[in-house]
């Protein structure tokens, strides 16, 4: 008889929980890839809409181990030491410092070349980062955490969230692609366990939009490269790996739509103002200039509404040692080689003011 | 005083343990990544010179999926249910079936294909596999296994045994190299905790030694493709990243020293008659005329005084996707360019009737 009422309950919680989801949509469950801390963390760990299950980490502007401390000293910034922290690859499948140096020795120098990078070619307004070793001890300007990452490398946290959660993750990537590529050669379900990858990376054709001196020299990454961005240059063939991997949904978020965003030094003061005192003095230090690569594609995640173009293209990325290295390559529909390449949803343009909106509204959450 | 007296205990025992290790050598802990369950894998676990720890499988000649059947089958044969099994990487890191039918349509058809293998250009003698699909299911010819592979990844597998052990596994390879790259990238510290690599793959110069039609025919691999070899050109970028890995030491077989072997219809018998019934069986349906490619990587491991011809090379392999992909290249001393591609001995010439010898001698240690 108890057994007979169980089944009966069961049945009707089944045929409610439809309704029940479509009242209070559950949280999406994020796992955010990167290389280092900064906004778009904190915009998705400040969300109430999603719910960050964890932070990998992966070598690109910084080294993986630099940017796996950045991340945990971060989540204690925000008073999140529950987001576990797994550190990724440092080193990118086949591209190296040494090939990079001998491939500008052919091909010309590249603008931006993060962990790599020991100086401007031009002078630049933005400051140089400091060059370091891979292996090099990290010693933070905010602070070296207390929090220590999992012992678990982030390809496996990937691919243990995935069949944990099928269908459910929503992966965030704003670096390199190297994790993600590993992730999919060792399991082949790993992508078509994730529900959705939304990447910032690649590059159409970029327009400076904004006229003002950090504007224009950022337009040196694209003038006379519009097909180049530095997270595939950085690992051509991951990127090219996971454009050919079967994920169920994937938003790209190339250089082209961050040419109408800047963090200005007045969204700084206007989000060190909205948020919790001790987040407000962390986010006071940021160094104002940048374009919004990465809030882009958090921004995009959580309010969907604030992209004003976007086009469904075939997308991959050349993994020839040449002159197009790392070069985005996207087809409309008929046109594509057909490789394994996949669809995916490309956001050209969004409305910055709604971005800029969201990120203030998102910092006041710290205050909750 | 106690603490004194262990302490002085410790002492001598750190001194007599180099001349215990000289009294008798250690045996060798060894990892078979292979693609398969055959004689090289056979002569590994009857040496008691060397301790076969785990063997992990990877897609080349076959599937990954079906390698894992057939070396858990093999294993049971051997008696040897000890020995873990991780299944290894199911695709090549940048390489692929339909990418392969594109490169051949430009630069030409490849003899072998491995898995993607569905008849052979030429009427020849040796057998055409069954064409499979990755996860298609496994029914093999000597029936099917009750043993299980182990949950783990084959990479994660390689990496938590360098560790276990560092310094003392040799790692044999005679697969493409995907597990092994995916380590390498998953953690740096890989390959120099690694004793040894010992790896089947590339190709110099080979030229036909023996006068026989299975000779004749195998030879079409090489007479015009001279620096083609199915491993590597099955998985170049992961034979690159390999090459430019920091092992302690390399061991390279390329094709050239198995154009002087071939497993004849005499050796097949002389192994039967010499092993364990049960196993005598098994060798017994083996096809033979095929050169011993993998075995000459067994046997130079456990007997290097067969080889008769090395050279030290920096050896690469050629990851753009032209006419030469995945051929190896390699360079005297001086000539390299210095990308991370390491000084490796590299065997070009066996003494093959050692080899035969060595190989019913070690089946016959089936019987003890």
Redesign the interface.
């Known amino acids: 008889m108890a057994k007979l009422l169980r089944a009966a309950l069961t049945a009707l919680l089944m045929l409610a929980a439809p309704i029940a989801a479509h009242a209070q949509e559950p949280r999406r469950k994020v796992i955010i890839d990167d290389e280092g801390f900064a906004l778009m963390h904190l915009m998705l760990l400040e969300s109430d809409k999603v719910d960050v299950v964890g932070i990998t980490t992966v070598s690109g502007n910084t080294w993986a181990r630099r940017a796996t401390a950045m991340a945990l000293r971060g989540l204690e910034i925000a008073s999140r030491p529950d987001v576990p922290v797994a550190e990724g690859?440092?080193?990118p499948?086949?591209n190296?410092e040494?090939?990079t140096e001998?491939w500008e020795a052919l091909y010309g120098k590249l603008t931006w070349k993060g962990a790599w990078m020991k100086q401007w070619v031009e002078p630049t307004h933005q400051s140089t980062p400091a060059y370091y070793g891979?292996d090099d001890p990290v010693d933070l300007p905010w602070g070296n955490a207390r929090l220590k990452a999992s012992s678990e490398?982030a390809?496996?946290f990937l691919i243990r969230m995935v069949h944990k959660y099928p269908g459910q993750i929503t992966i965030v990537a704003c670096g390199p692609l190297?994790n993600l590529?590993?992730a999919q050669?060792?399991?082949?379900a790993f992508a078509s366990l994730a529900g959705e990858l939304v990447y910032m990376g690649g590059s159409l054709n970029p327009q400076q939009q904004l006229d003002n001196v950090s504007a224009a020299q950022f337009a040196r990454e694209y003038a006379n490269s519009p097909r180049r961005e530095f997270n595939a240059r950085f690992d051509p063939?991951a990127a090219?790996?996971v454009s050919?991997s079967p994920w169920r949904k994937i938003t790209v978020i190339p250089a082209d739509p961050s040419t109408g965003t800047q963090l200005t030094p007045e969204l700084v003061k206007a989000m060190t103002a909205a948020a919790d005192p001790d987040l407000g003095t962390f986010i006071a230090r940021m160094e104002p200039g940048f374009p919004m690569w990465d809030e882009i594609a958090a921004g995009v995640l959580l309010d969907p509404g604030m992209v004003s173009e976007a086009e469904d293209l075939y997308v991959d990325f050349n993994?020839?040692?040449g002159a197009g290295y790392g070069d985005m390559l996207s087809w409309r529909e008929g046109y594509q080689p057909?490789?394994?390449e996949r669809k995916a949803r490309v956001v050209r343009k969004i409305d910055a003011a709604r971005l800029d909106a969201l990120m203030v509204r998102l910092m006041a959450n710290s205050r909750k």
């Open positions: 690859a440092t080193y499948l086949l190296s040494v090939l001998r891979p490398i390809a496996n190297t590529a590993l050669r060792l399991d082949p063939e090219s790996i050919r993994s020839q040692f057909g490789l394994g």
